[in-house]
């Protein structure tokens, strides 16, 4: 591929161990991203679909094995599918679903349903699962009670069946990506510093094996090195929030005395439980304060006595495979840009794990600001187009921390509390409150604030098919933006001219949805314009220079 500066790599190039090939030591990328998880390797693709150079250091030598998220939301789902990797997700998915229903057959096979005798703790058999929606402060969602015709919820298309897909998978899925595309990627290094000024960013990275260091020369520096993020405090972001208030664990292990455990999510008078869904799955969380070490190592000891004291039940952990602890600290950033530092998923922004957004949110983050951030390091676009990232997704992220609180809050073990989540329960018991909660989860709900009266402006893009078969998401596949001329109409077209490299015109017909004449949808898959039958192109010229310049490349200040 040929850099933007000259600089020439080979396609598919990977660094590994801190290494580098001959031509990139010192070299120029336009864009160094510190971080080399599912967020900053979202990033890194989605930055050479828009043609800019980058570069990816990562500490770590391989994938973090440690237990973490384990499915992902409608909106994720959407952007691996306007990409074309939804058959990948699925296959992970098949994978998941079978772990779970060895995890059931295990249960039933020895009577492993919680409590007393097998019968649920009740005296009664064990319920048959309902198909699942999804949790609030673990009170489950019943997937039946969903409204299918909501609005918000009609148009998902087939990414909406997909959402068992574990974090590591999603990482080792995007490390596969990032290599056809030729990022470039080195792990055993970390970023220790920069030096930045009008023409540029000069950022110092070192092998964390001997500390042996470089530099490299860029335009753009983007932190997505996590919570604690090393950019970020170099940087001097704004980090404000509230303080921890708890104790979580979440292990994969081997047990002694599980059949006293009930499966799912459990309160408890000393705080709350989870057995599942997975073997040997354990998640608790006490309400006693934040540990008194976070970096020390979790030990078998330390689990056994934290399952003890909020289950009840004497069991014994005979061995660990993988244990992290985790709080309820919730910060964000200020602003998502300082200069020619930007900040992406935990590294903008913590949260408890509760309700699984923390994985989204940073691909969300990564998609939004992807393709501007190339737009702007290629010449399409000033960087005033990067202050719409800000804008957009911090609400979003701001929406999550409430999100996360508010579980907290319904998951103490104190009467008041316990009063209130009985009544949320029953309102997640009625079909608004499950479909409430389920457009919540599964992100389908948000929108951006951006110009334009129609409802699909700020939504992300129904996946219509048209009458050859092909879907909206089909057509997204190589981050170009979409203009979809549903009325065989001149004028849109018209308005496009000039636009051949940065927008993808297509004409066609969709029987299933005759009401849209025509839709503009940026690459990240939002629509930025759109009108139905009868209504002219009015407002999509301004979009289109709105967000990809004018025919001439430049685009228009705002």
Not at 102 to 110: D, G, K, L
Not at 434 to 450: C, E, M, N, P, Q
Request: hydrophobic share 40%; proline share 6%.
């Amino acid at each position: 591929m040929n850099l933007t500066d000259g600089t020439h790599l080979t396609d598919g190039t990977h660094l590994a161990n801190g290494t580098s090939s001959t031509d990139s030591t010192n070299a120029h990328r336009d864009v160094v991203v510190a971080g080399g998880g599912p967020v900053g390797l979202m990033l890194a693709c989605e930055l050479r679909l828009g043609g800019a150079s980058v570069v990816v250091v990562e500490r770590r030598t391989e994938v973090d094995g440690t237990v973490k998220a384990g499915s992902i939301n409608t909106s994720t789902a959407e952007a691996f599918y306007r990409r074309g990797m939804l058959p990948a997700l699925a296959e992970v998915q098949q994978r998941s679903v079978e772990r779970f229903q060895a995890f059931v057959r295990e249960r039933q096979a020895t009577g492993e349903t919680g409590g007393n005798g097998g019968n649920g703790g009740n005296g009664r058999p064990p319920r048959a699962p309902s198909r699942f929606a999804g949790h609030f402060a673990g009170i489950m969602l019943r997937g039946e009670l969903v409204d299918t015709t909501d609005p918000d919820l009609v148009d998902a298309g087939p990414a909406h069946a997909v959402s068992l897909v574990p974090q590591q998978e999603i990482e080792r899925l995007l490390a596969e990506r990032a290599r056809e595309l030729g990022v470039e990627v080195r792990v055993g290094t970390e970023v220790t510093g920069f030096d930045a000024d009008e023409g540029g960013i000069e950022v110092h990275v070192a092998r964390v094996a001997d500390g042996t260091g470089e530099s490299v020369h860029a335009h753009w520096l983007v932190g997505c090195d996590g919570g604690r993020s090393t950019v970020r405090k170099l940087a001097g972001f704004a980090f404000p929030g509230t303080d921890p208030q708890i104790t979580g664990h979440q292990a994969l292990v081997e047990m002694t005395g599980s059949e006293a455990l009930r499966p799912g999510w459990n309160p408890t008078d000393t705080g709350m439980y989870v057995h599942g869904p997975m073997p040997g799955r354990i998640l608790t969380v006490e309400f006693d304060g934040p540990p008194a070490d976070r970096e020390a190592e979790v030990t078998a000891r330390e689990l056994q006595a934290s399952l003890r004291h909020v289950s009840g039940a004497e069991v014994t952990i005979d061995e660990v495979h993988t244990a992290t602890r985790f709080t309820d600290h919730a910060r964000q950033a200020a602003d998502y840009r300082a200069g020619r530092v930007l900040l992406a998923g935990d590294a903008a922004h913590v949260h408890s794990p509760f309700g699984g957004q923390g994985l989204n949110l940073g691909l969300g983050d990564a998609m939004n600001l992807g393709w501007k951030l190339a737009a702007v390091v290629r010449g399409r676009a000033p960087e005033g187009l990067l202050d719409s990232y800000t804008a957009e997704r911090h609400p979003i992220g701001a929406w999550v921390l409430g999100w996360t609180r508010a579980q907290i809050a319904l998951m103490r073990p104190e009467a008041p509390a316990r009063a209130l989540r009985d009544v949320v329960a029953e309102l997640a018991g009625s079909v608004a409150g499950t479909t409430y909660f389920a457009k919540k989860i599964s992100g389908v709900s948000h929108r951006y604030d951006l110009p334009g009266d129609h409802p699909l402006v700020g939504r992300s893009a129904p996946d219509l098919e048209l009458a050859d078969g092909t879907r909206l998401a089909d057509l997204l596949h190589d981050g170009r933006a979409l203009l979809l001329d549903l009325a065989d109409s001149a004028a849109p077209r018209v308005r496009a001219e000039g636009y051949d490299e940065r927008v993808r015109v297509v004409t066609g017909t969709c029987p299933g949805r005759p009401d849209p004449a025509g839709l503009l949808v940026r690459p990240d898959g939002i629509v930025a314009w759109a009108a139905d039958t009868g209504d002219g192109p009015d407002g999509l010229a301004d979009a289109l220079s709105r967000w990809f310049g004018d025919p001439s490349g430049e685009l228009r200040s705002k």
